[in-house]
């Protein structure tokens, strides 16, 4: 059965604040443990998500750059839709070693995507490089055999993130419990809001906020108050604090549920991945059937 997946991108500007981590134990969870068909991509040129799942990404017969090309070009290889004529394109994603899930790599080819480099200074108009992403997923013929498709960003805003942001419709923030935390917070509610306004991209809003890195301090502790207070709704009951596990897992290239299955952060990734399950968009913010060229696609 044809689907539209929920597309969530995991985004905040500040390095290492478990971004990847989340969108490979997660999207590991939501396949593994719940049978949800999902698709991680990764948009961030230092391709660590395919690697903390145990993916070759220096040499990968495809990557997440295939994603940025003008697809209006398109392929004579390609088959087309029948109803249209237009051409429809397959996603390069690979299967991992957990079944239903599968991965886009990224390597360091994706910082020099052709024409990205000045999108954020062009007219946000239809053919705009930064609307590529969105373009190419809208087009392809499988992105619709996905329940979910996640989005792992880069650690900074630009042409990459805004790229993502006109992609997916949902995002996570995992906010480490830190002083400068909450500003770096504010500003990606400005850059939301920005492209909501200029890109008239209405959808897009914060479904999740993750708190990470806690620990028993009274900073850690006064972070978290401010955020349960300013997104009472978005603020995961799952508070992440410091889980070696984690890291080893990664290191290699394994999900916590393979590792380290029965250790604290096992449940934690599984609680949260439920938590985003259970978000379900309000009918009312689900894209309208043929928004996105597929009249015949349904939410399961
Ligand atoms: N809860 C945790 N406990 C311990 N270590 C963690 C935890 N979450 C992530 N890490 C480790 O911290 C480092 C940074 O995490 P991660 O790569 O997920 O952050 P990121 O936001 O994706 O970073 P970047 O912005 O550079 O892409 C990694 O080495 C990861 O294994
Ligand atoms: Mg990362």
């Known amino acids: 059965m044809l689907t539209i997946p929920r597309r969530i991108a995991f985004i905040n500007e500040k390095g290492g ?4 981590t989340l969108v490979a ?3 590991s969870h939501l396949a593994l443990g719940r049978g949800r068909r999902t698709l991680a991509i990764d948009m961030d040129p230092q391709g660590q998500l ?3 799942l145990g993916l070759e990404v220096r040499r ?4 997440a750059i295939q994603l940025l090309v003008d697809s209006v070009l398109g392929d004579a290889a390609h088959p087309e839709d029948p109803d249209t004529g237009a051409i429809r394109p397959s996603l390069p994603a690979w299967p991992t ?3 239903r899930l599968d991965v886009i790599v990224a390597n360091k080819a994706l910082a020099l995507a052709p024409g990205l480099a000045d999108a ?3 007219d946000p108009d239809d053919h705009a490089p930064e609307r590529r992403l969105a373009r190419n997923l809208d087009l392809s013929r499988d992105l619709h055999r996905y329940d979910f498709v996640l989005f792992d960003a880069p650690p900074s805003f630009g042409s990459l993130t805004l790229s993502v942001l006109l992609a997916c419709e949902e995002v996570v923030v995992p906010v480490p419990l830190t002083f400068l935390a909450i500003d770096g917070f504010a500003e990606l509610l400005r850059t939301m809001k920005m492209v909501r306004e200029r890109y008239g991209h209405r959808a897009l809003r914060v479904s999740m906020v993750v708190p990470t890195f806690y620990r028993r301090t009274r900073m850690a502790q006064e972070v978290l108050e401010k955020l349960a207070t300013r997104f009472p709704k978005e603020i995961a009951r799952t508070v992440v604090g410091f889980h070696v596990k984690l890291d080893e897992a990664q290191s290699h290239g394994l999900s916590i549920f393979e590792y380290a299955p029965r ?4 449940g934690l990734m599984a609680a949260l991945a439920e938590e985003l399950e259970a978000r379900e968009p309000r009918p009312a913010e689900l894209p309208r059937a043929g ?3 597929q009249p015949t696609a349904t939410r399961r």
């Open 17 to 20: 604040s478990g971004k990847t």
């Open 25 to 27: 134990n997660i999207a």
């Open 50 to 52: 395919g690697k903390a």
């Open 60 to 63: 990968p017969k495809g990557s």
């Open 97 to 99: 070693r957990i079944p």
């Open 120 to 122: 954020a200074t062009t």
């Open 263 to 266: 250790d604290r952060a096992a």
């Open 291 to 293: 928004d996105r060229g």
